[in-house]
């Protein structure tokens, strides 16, 4: 168990090394570089070479990526030119915050329609209550979030107007604003991300109900009710488990755009001002830190799947 | 080589198209689509850019779905619209298969140091959120639609190796591989007429679910406002402007979002209908 | 089949050693699986060399050493003369011409995607043969194998397991080959359907002057085909000899007990019986061979001598045997 625990370890290290060798790659290799995308591409040629210099970005590119490298090692994200020299982690980190606190309670709501949702499709496979299910899934699976969010904007804002259009306060400052604020992006993410895991919970019940040590419990004479329950319910859901971290990790990235149509101060919607005010100190590091997000989840998730089920670290 | 058999191989799948409804309608509505871009010019009853009537004006006999803030037409802005789609969606796939799939062969088929760099590399840039990836692509390389394409093609190269490169790996241990060996094949031979044949149906299959990803992803660029740059009539910058307008003209909002959702939706189908109709193991009743 | 006496062999290794290096998840280093150790055999043209033993015993990988699908980790091989241990892709290339496998499983060695017409294609292609000369020699091809001539626009799913055998057999001889590996050719294949193929292949040999090294798991086949006859186990050749010898006086115990598990037909007859032999116990660990005589964990006869001197192959009778004490079954039993 400790070697496995080791083993997953080295090797988020490992993958995080490469993804902060490829976000240098992207913006320091790919034609237009960091102070070409600062200025604009109509800037003045002198502007442009101080700029360059400023950055570093006349040094060979071994220094550049050693200096790079090193900052990241000691926790130095920098400061931001484009916003008079602020610590770029502290635009990137309270932004993060925002964006994981939409992300748990969408995926918590999620989970708590799609677990029973899901068995009760399976238990009841070929229903009324299963089809209505199935209709639910499909529709969620290929609904673009965007435009879900549109479409509950449409109806929720403008139709009947019953909650504010977007926007953020902090909790500490009007507790019930916040919340108001909070109901329509979770509800969009919620929805989409509670299709995908009630197909994978009925996927997961009907399985492990056909199994035989399921046959073998009702043979047993336990009642139909605890068969269901018990057994079944303990095997599906620790593969959910799993699906619950890839939609996580995926949702961090995936909430871009939720964010922009709420303008919810998250981690996506400051990648896209920062984009569009050409702050590219500021970029990199929610590009990087967003890839992080994703892999430390998927550690945690593994993790957790093979304290849950022990055989996994030991194959 | 037009022999009986290559027919009735041919008849065996038509059959098979015409027992399924869903087949039936996934593939007319791909061909629907198709179609609509490429005759855009034809079928639209305004160009694409045209300035036809006042801003704002709601749905009449003429204007379909209305106009929109600057008085084009809503409804032929979308028909223009699914060319800009599919054509995002068939470069960036195209480049994300030529690159990915060598790729994947070469790794799978040779293995050791080679798949191992190969593997470390694709789990990097794995763990990175596509949009966000394709996202960082657009803002280093400037915002128009080429560049859209080259990132949302460059992202999916990964997922394209990693598929081709597991089938790869359990093929190149067949016994038909061996036999290439045996008769004195060279490895590029075996890779490109041994692995790669008895990989195309999952290529295609892979090939019509990132194209439905490229869409959905093309189309957020382009609501993020990092895509097709006006007045080019994305859905997604159809979208963004749609979402202003609510209030006034709810049907642009509405009319873009349903061309995405159907444009996704139908590709997503045609994954599983290729699935189906390219087994050549499936006996039929 | 032909004798061929006195002719120079085609085939001739020597001391070959083929080992693999595996590693086992867990394990700190790789550790090595001697496959093949020390095997020695030549084949004449036109001649049939049996080679027996139970599965993993290392034929397979003796076959694929011999035609340069794996190389050797010692010894040598010589084809027509020419030492080809050592060849690379390249050098290899014309000899493939000379040299062909037809393996067990007709299902897995066809390529599912392609009808029989690339099938057999293929190796005019590789070899740079053009496509007029192709074409004129893949119908004859497909009537020397006794096929249909419509087969060549079918995929290998719809013909059945002997006739799929049959096209992996015109695909081998497509280059006109004096020697081929017979790799289990029958084992997957119904009873009924291995006599049919290995009357084909015995027409072939007397029709083309094949030579073949004919692999088996099943004695009984091997005596229906096989000129000389050699009985591997654990990676060695234990007994070596012309078949008759082989299959009438058989030496080693390993031989005996394999020749014992044959139904025998002459019970049937009511002529006396052969004395069954079982072999007990599983085929050791081929990571962790026994020291001494590989055979003597499951032999009857073994004493001290066998734990500690590993027998050479030696000369009894007319075989080469590897065994302190050959000798036939009835008079070691009168012994005890």
């Known amino acids: 168990m400790t070697r496995y625990v080791a083993r997953r370890l080295l090797h988020g290290i490992l993958v995080m090394w490469i993804v902060s060798t490829a976000v240098f790659v992207i913006f320091r290799l790919v034609p ?17 070479e101080a700029l360059r ?7 060979p590119i071994h220094v550049q990526y050693l200096r790079w490298m090193g900052n990241l090692a000691r926790g130095d994200f920098g400061k931001s030119i484009t916003h008079g020299y602020a610590e770029v982690s502290s635009l990137v ?5 925002r964006t994981l606190e939409l992300a748990a309670l969408s995926i918590l709501l999620a989970v708590i329609v799609a677990v029973p949702l899901g068995m009760i499709s399976a238990i009841r496979e070929g229903t009324w209550v299963d089809h209505i299910a199935r209709v639910f899934t499909t529709l969620g699976f290929s609904m673009p979030t965007y435009v879900m969010g549109i479409g509950l904007l449409i109806l929720l804002a403008e139709v009947f107007p019953l909650l504010p259009p ?22 969009t993410i919620a929805s989409v991300t509670a299709a995908r895991l009630t197909r994978f919970m009925r996927a997961g019940m009907l399985e492990v109900l056909s199994a035989d040590y399921v046959r073998t419990a009702r043979a047993k004479g336990l009642t139909e009710r605890r068969v269901n329950y018990w057994h079944a319910f303990r095997n599906a859901a620790i593969p959910l488990v799993t699906e619950v971290g890839v939609n996580f990790g995926l949702l961090v990235g995936g909430m871009v755009v939720i964010e922009q149509i709420f303008i919810w101060p998250g981690l996506g919607w400051l990648m896209i001002q920062s984009i569009l005010t050409r702050a590219f100190d500021v970029v990199q590091i929610a590009v990087l830190v967003s890839a992080a997000t994703f892999v430390i989840v998927n550690l945690l998730v593994d993790l957790t799947y093979s304290w849950l089920d022990p055989r996994i670290a030991r194959s | 080589m037009t022999s009986a058999a290559q027919f009735s191989e041919r008849r065996k799948i038509w059959r098979r198209i015409v027992r399924n409804p869903l087949h039936l309608f996934t593939l007319s509505m791909v061909a629907l689509l198709v179609l609509t871009a490429l005759f855009a010019d034809l079928l639209a009853p305004y160009g694409a850019t045209e300035v036809v009537a006042y801003p704002f004006e709601l749905p009449t006999a003429q204007f379909w779905l209305g106009t929109d803030s600057i008085g084009r037409d809503i409804f032929s802005r979308l028909i223009h619209g699914s060319r800009v789609s599919l054509y995002v969606g068939f470069a960036s796939t195209a480049i994300a298969v030529v690159f990915g799939v060598p790729m994947g062969v070469v790794s799978g088929y040779f293995g050791k140091l080679t798949d191992t760099i190969m593997m470390r590399t694709t789990d990097g840039l794995l763990a990175f959120p596509p949009i966000i990836l394709a996202m960082a692509m657009v803002a280093v390389l400037g915002t128009n639609l080429r560049n859209t394409i080259i990132a949302i093609g460059v992202v999916q190269i990964p997922r394209f190796a990693r598929l081709v490169r597991g089938m790869a790996l359990s093929l190149k241990e067949s ?27 999952i290529i295609l299959v892979q090939f019509t679910l990132t194209f439905a990803t490229a869409v959905l ?16 009539p994305s859905w997604g910058a159809m979208l963004l402007a749609g979402k202003a307008l609510v209030s006034t003209n709810p049907y642009l909002a509405l009319g873009a979002g349903s061309a995405i959702f159907i444009t996704v939706l139908v590709f997503t189908l045609l994954g599983d209908t290729l699935t189906d109709l390219l087994n050549p193991y499936r006996t039929d009743r | 089949m032909n004798t061929a006496a006195a002719q120079k062999p085609i085939l001739d290794i020597r001391d070959i050693t083929t080992s693999y290096h595996i590693r086992r998840s867990g394990a700190q280093k790789a550790t090595t699986l001697v496959a093949v150790e020390d095997v020695t055999l030549s084949i004449k043209p036109g001649e049939t060399v049996g080679l027996v033993g139970e599965s993993g015993c290392g034929k397979s990988t003796l076959g694929r050493t011999i035609i340069r699908l794996l190389e050797p980790s010692a010894g040598m091989v010589s084809f027509a003369g020419q030492d080809i241990t050592h060849f690379n892709h390249q050098e290899m290339r014309p000899l493939r011409q000379e040299m062909q496998i037809v393996f067990q499983d007709p299902y897995a060695s066809l390529n599912p995607r392609f009808r029989v017409r690339q099938i057999l294609y293929e190796p005019f292609r590789i070899h740079g043969i053009s496509k007029a000369v192709a074409s004129q ?6 009537s020397l194998v006794q096929l249909p001539p419509d087969s060549l626009r079918r995929f290998p799913h719809e013909f059945s397991g002997g006739q799929r055998q049959r096209i992996a057999i015109a695909r081998a001889l497509a280059l006109e080959p004096s020697f081929l590996v017979l790799d289990e050719p029958v084992s997957a294949l119904d009873v009924s359907i291995q006599a049919q193929i290995l009357n084909l292949l015995e027409d072939l040999q007397t029709e083309l002057g094949l030579a073949y090294l004919f692999i088996a798991h099943d004695l009984s086949v091997v005596g229906q085909v096989s000129d000389r006859v050699a009985v591997m186990y654990l990676g060695r050749i234990v007994e070596e000899g012309p078949r008759d010898a082989v299959f009438n006086s058989p030496q080693h115990p390993y031989t005996i007990a394999l020749l014992s598990a044959i139904p025998d037909i002459s019970a049937a007859q009511g002529r006396q019986t052969r004395e069954r032999t079982i072999l007990v116990g599983d085929l050791p660990n081929p990571l962790d061979p026994p020291s001494g005589c590989r055979f003597r964990t499951r032999c009857w006869r073994g004493d001290q001598l066998c734990v500690e001197q590993d027998p050479p192959l030696a000369p009894v009778s007319d075989s080469l045997v590897a065994c302190h004490y050959p000798g036939a079954e009835n008079h070691w039993s009168a012994r005890s």
Request: charged share 15%; proline share 10%.
């Open chain 1, 53 to 59: 210099e400023e950055l570093g970005l006349n040094d």
């Open chain 1, 93 to 97: 980190f309270p932004a993060l915050g």
């Open chain 1, 32 to 48: 237009g570089d960091p102070a070409a995308m600062t200025l604009g591409f109509d800037a003045s040629p002198e502007d442009y």
């Open chain 2, 175 to 201: 016994e038909f591989i061996t036999a290439g060996r045996a008769l004195g094949a060279s490895h590029v031979y075996l890779m490109q007429r041994s692995l790669l044949p008895n990989l195309t149906s």
């Open chain 2, 217 to 232: 992803t093309e189309a957020a660029l382009s609501f993020l406002g990092l895509g097709a740059q006006p007045p080019a």
């Open chain 1, 166 to 187: 977007g926007g953020y306060v902090p909790f500490g400052e009007d507790p019930v604003k916040h919340l108001s604020q909070l109901i329509m992006p979770v509800l």
């Open chain 3, 137 to 142: 020699k893949i119908p004859e091809l497909l």
